[in-house]
Structure formats: structure tokens, C-alpha cells
């Protein structure tokens, strides 16, 4: 969530962002991403959320709750940041490796536009 938000498992909150507000004037957004662990109990488990949006052209929600053990949610969250570092690591390479290109072959500045778009 880009904008200010709390949520609450079983009227204990567990998690929050910002200051959640009525308008703009007390509306506070912060951009904080975290995991929010909680024990479910036996039956059924109320998750409140609440989400005040004044500043972000997307707020909200943005996407779908994953509920999972600790382990599993854990698991998906290094998955993706190693899957963003191992994108991010090919980027810097693309771009070494035209400006390489360029240092060489000084006459095709092309090469230095590929270079510049791979850090854009």
C-alpha cells in the first residue's frame, strides 16, 4: 500500500503506515513495505484494514493478501527481492557492457544511448 494504512487481526493491530484520515488535511501517507505475522485463532479471524488515499494517484490496495505460514510468506518475499537484485545486477551489466562498447568504438555513440537507457 502507497498511502497511510492500519490493519488490525482479531481487534489487535499489527500493523500501520502513515496517518489514516477522513481528508487531506489530516492524512499523513508514508510508504512503509512490511510483513505483518500474526497466529490465527481456531474459527474464524477478523482482519480489518483501513486505507486513507489523498496524495498517490494509485492508492489502496494494490495487491491480493497472501496468508500463509511464516515460512512460506517469508520464502515469497526473498524470492522477490532476489528476483529484483538478479534484474537489477543485469541491468548495471548491460549497461558496463555498452559503455565497454563505447570506450572502444567511440565513433557509434549509439552504443552510449544503450548504455544510458539500461540506467534509466
Known amino acids: 500500500m502507497f498511502t497511510a494504512h492500519r490493519l488490525w487481526v482479531n481487534g489487535e493491530l499489527i500493523a500501520s503506515a502513515g496517518t489514516v484520515g477522513k481528508n487531506r488535511d489530516v492524512m499523513h501517507p508514508q510508504y512503509l513495505p512490511q510483513v505483518a ?6 474459527g474464524e479471524n477478523e ?3 483501513q486505507v486513507s488515499n489523498f496524495n498517490h494517484r494509485s492508492g489502496g490496495i494494490l495487491e491480493s493478501i497472501v496468508l500463509g505460514s511464516e ?7 526473498y524470492q522477490r527481492i532476489a528476483f529484483e537484485f538478479l534484474l537489477f545486477g543485469s541491468l548495471v551489466m548491460m549497461g558496463l557492457y555498452h559503455i565497454i562498447l563505447f570506450y572502444y568504438r567511440k565513433v557509434n555513440r ?7 537507457s539500461a540506467y534509466s
Open 37 to 42: 505475522l500474526f497466529s490465527s485463532e481456531p
Open 47 to 49: 482482519i480489518v484494514i
Open 71 to 77: 515460512n512460506q510468506i517469508l520464502n515469497m518475499r
Open 110 to 116: 549509439s552504443l552510449l544511448f544503450l548504455a544510458c
